[in-house]
């Protein structure tokens, strides 16, 4: 069965300093790969997605970054934090044209 | 701008009572819409609605689709406190990816 991991579960960053969060999924190939953010009482706004090994797409404008090095790793990423970057980060799968995306337990990020 | 809107944005029921959860949306060129339940952390997939009319169902919660009025409607009977959580509407529509997330209802079910 397919697995998909996050980490760090909770961080809490200053102002201005970097940021990588990694998420990996296990028991399937070539998945498409996505990152949300949902902010306090917002709904999930997705940010990238990825159909393949160094294919990004970004949906909103902003200064976060990410990177699929590897088939089932993703990474999001900022050289420097803001405020308005707390949230709730999500990492997701899906296979291929199907719609349904599956969640990994999520990053809680508060910047300070 | 694509646009999903949840109603009620939070609802407070005993055990054992029926809910009723909406779902309404503006989109271009829809192409399924999705419910997940949201606990502590990460949505969690209950249903997803391609076609009008067709009602889907698990357990005590079923789900269905008017394409026509463009809304869709989530049902749970017989609440528990289990059921207690968050519950996003999500639709996708246009391109391959283009996804739009409602900002949910929170149901507190107390005994």
């Known amino acids: 069965s397919q697995t998909i991991h996050q980490w760090p579960a909770t961080l809490v960053q200053p102002v201005g300093s970097p940021l990588s969060l990694e998420c990996t999924v296990e028991g399937t190939s070539n998945p498409n790969l996505y990152w949300y953010r949902q902010a306090a009482g917002r709904g999930l706004q997705l940010l990238f997605y990825?159909?393949?090994?160094?294919?990004i797409s970004s949906e909103v404008p902003q200064n976060l970054s990410a990177s699929r090095p590897q088939d089932r790793q993703f990474i999001l990423s900022s050289k420097k934090l803001l405020l308005s970057d707390s949230g709730f980060y999500l990492c997701?799968?899906?296979?291929?044209?199907?719609?349904?995306?599956?969640f990994g337990p999520g990053t809680r990020l508060l910047v300070l | 701008e694509d646009k999903v809107v949840q109603s009620p944005l939070s609802l407070v029921v005993h055990e054992g009572d029926t809910v009723t959860l909406n779902c309404s949306y503006e989109v271009t060129n829809f192409r399924s819409l999705l419910w997940y339940k949201q606990e502590k952390k990460a949505p969690t997939f209950l249903f997803m609605l391609?076609?009008?009319?067709i009602e889907k169902k698990s357990g005590r919660l079923s789900s269905i689709l008017d394409k026509k009025e463009l809304f869709s409607i989530l049902n749970i009977t017989a609440t528990q406190t289990g059921d207690s959580a968050v519950y996003l509407c999500a639709v996708f529509s246009g391109g391959y990816q283009k996804v739009t997330f409602g900002t949910g209802t929170k149901l507190q079910v107390i005994p």
């Open positions: 391609t076609s009008s009319g």
């Open positions: 990825s159909v393949g090994i160094g294919q």
């Open positions: 997701a799968w899906a296979l291929g044209l199907q719609e349904t995306q599956y």
